[in-house]
């Protein structure tokens, strides 16, 4: 709800949104630019009187002086019977330039305010205005949301990066563009009358005047008090008429000045309504301080960028789901799928199921897990469909789930089914799915069918589940699974580098980029940094899909799009069908193409700041390790103390990226390095490499630092068991660092 | 004497205009070229002191910006009483403006003016832009404005 109170006006408006902020940050160069160009005295260094008797010591037939929001001082005379304007020094009336205001500004004020459109665009701006306050609220409010509580609002940004971009310039510019649309929506409202406005309360002009010989301007007592700060326009009385008069208007009220005696013959205050009012303007336009104008005009020059990013989120999020024709709404289905995700894949045995239970005359909504409704007021069956991630956790569209679950009534119960999807490999198999059936079933809820596990993604399997599903809900159910087709991108290899057959450790650091990246257009992709490879970090996984098997398997990256390269690191397994396919690969053999496809993996990055990481890892768990310490450098903001902790077999033979580690401790991207080789003389494991450094890891801990493991579950477990062992000294543990974001494995 | 006479003719203009003899008077209002919006205007009839005596038309949709018209509202004390019904759109560059009044007898050839103030968003204000008699002699001939307004003719 929350979200899409975000993203359908923004969808809505982006582009309309794109041409009001440009020409709103255009526009707040103007009072800067009229500043930059006046002489502004201080306040109390000149009175409007002084000014008043310079300009006209220099302009003789000075018709109106006026002093603009920005501080620039004009005059308006008559030469030759032409009206005329000058920026004039407030120090010595002496001419700076001619006024001219600029009709390009004065074309972009129009576009800004009503499109060049008049009324209707003017009420286009409001209603524009109105969609950002919208936007500005609901984004922050999905932040709070999504960092986990208000507390967590600056907290690191995960995710990719578009998200992180957008994310990222919103929270620094969300204040500037909440300002700017306020105040716009407040002057449109005005404008069309939806508020009443606040008059100025005017001065009345004066019943009868001494008609006297006029006084020289620099004396008249009235003018004297005034501080030129505060003057907003002087009328001169004209030269002929002994009845004229001044009439003054500042900053606080509007008067009448006699020419003879200089007294005050009348006087007003505009009323504090209305000087509310016209504040509310000049904070608009930037009037009143040129320099939070100058703040506002950044903020929303990020506007375009917001709308950008913004929309490539949505479409990416579009694009990961698959489509679902007639999903029911939540409140109006009778059945409802739910779905924890990571790779997506589960997706397809949902969009299965759905097209199914359609089929047969059910209304179903299927929707990710994260989406539990508090209640579904049609619903008689709940069926979850939820994959794991990692050792046993929720998966990505599943984090919210249990927590959300906790908070539904008893009353709003459903009866349920569930099906775990996993690899039988991993120790951790469907452990989330398991997790899932233990909650349900100590909540009481009435179970339909045993929880289904469904090893790699086997059609049999859960077609049988479909079947004895058919069964107790009286339906035939047969559903035939046909994996989803993933849009994957074909690569040729770069280059490889090999490693560790000496000690039957068959490894290769391989780089690879786009097929396609001939072609007609080939140079201007070049010219333009396009490399065809689609955008990932290091730290997401590539998934490659041997020949013949639509299965992928997955695997760190090293590098970053970027980079134009796209680097991993692959132990040769025995009757491994992946990895002695990439391993047999030759460099630039066309016809050896991969098919392969970004999984994002945005939980497995270094956290924003400066804190120190220590990174992990055993044989090719060093890829997005590598990845990481490779982008670590000195000129980002968040560089952080690196160090790196790595298993291999023999340093003659499998250590890899040797030269590129010993070179980075020269350039500081890299603190500290340890190695651990188990074979040769001086063995050990990379844990006895922690444990002998325990003080340090401690130290490193203490500051704040983060762990990052990557490798073999095995190493991993016997990482955390020697890592629980240097904390408890701290009170710490590795599941409390979890916890916290602190501790993360990448594992396989 | 002779104002006493106007002010009593004046009066009577205003609280019986029905039984008041009146002429109808066309009063055209032609702008220059200049750059910027639609130009507001006050079109209103002062005595040959240039005391301000009544409204005859304001060019221009938003009350609140009336009090730039400087000397109009100086004498109006920018009352809605003393414009009601007598509004109506801004007058854009290089357009004229052409209005039929009716204005009694008694203002006709006894000293009192036309006059036209005027405004323009972010640019300035032209006390007595352009300035008229209301003659018989000087009915029909063009008056130069030193504003906004390129002319200004009263025809009686």
Known sequence: MLRRLHSLPGLFAALFLIVLATSGAVLSLSPALERAVATVPPSGAASVAEVAARVLAQYPATEQIERLPSGAVLVYFSQDGNPAADIVDPLTGIRISAYEPSPIFAWIKDLHRSFLLDDIGRGAAGILALLMVVMCFSGTFLLAYRAGGWRHLFSPIRGTGSQRLHTQIARYAVLGLLVSSLTGVWMSAIRFELVTEAEEVEALFPEEVSGGTPTPVGTLNALRAVDLQDLHQLVFPFPDDPNDVYSLRTHQGSGYIDQETGELLSYSDYGSAASLQTFIVELHTGEAFWYVGLILGLAVLMVPVLSVTGVLIWWQRRRALPRLVGNTSAQSADTVILVGSETNTTWGFAKTLHDGLTAAGYHVHTAPMNRLEKQYRKARRLFILAATYGDGAAPASATQFLDKLAKVPDSAQLPWAVLGFGDRQFPSFCAFANEVTTVLRQRGWPQLLETELIDRQSAQTFERWAAALGNTINTPLTLRHVPLRRRTTALLLTEREDFGVEVLAPTSILRFHAAKRGGPLAALRRLLGWSGLPSFEAGDLVGILPPGSDIPRFYSLASASREGVLEICVRRQERGVCSSFLCSLQPEQSGQEVRAFIQYNPLFRPARGKQPVILIGAGTGIAPLVGFIRHNRSHKRSQHPMYLYWGGRSPQSDYLYERDLQSWLQDDRLTGLQTAFSRGGDRAYVQDKLKADAVQVRALLEQGGQVLVCGGRNMAADVAKAMDEILAPLSLSVAGLKAAGRYLEDTY | ?156
């Open chain 2, 1 to 156: 004497m002779k104002k006493i006479l106007a002010t009593l003719g004046l009066l009577t203009a205003i609280t019986l205009p029905a039984l008041a003899e009146a002429r109808e008077v066309t009063i055209t209002t032609e702008l220059n070229a200049y750059r910027g919006d639609g130009a507001y205007l006050a079109i209103y009839v002062t005595d040959a002191a240039g005391k301000y005596q009544r409204t005859l038309h304001i060019a221009g949709g938003k009350s609140k910006y009336y009090k730039h018209l400087l000397d109009w509202a100086r004498g109006s004390g920018g009352k809605a009483s003393e414009y009601d019904g007598m509004t109506g759109a801004s007058v854009s560059s290089g357009d004229s403006l052409t209005i039929k009044v009716d204005v009694d007898d008694a203002l006709i050839d006894a000293g009192y003016l036309v006059r036209v103030d005027s405004a323009v968003e972010d640019q300035r204000e032209h006390r007595i832009d352009a300035e008229a008699p209301l003659t018989t002699a000087g009915s029909g001939q063009a008056v130069v404005g030193k504003g906004y307004v390129k002319s200004l003719t009263v025809t009686l």
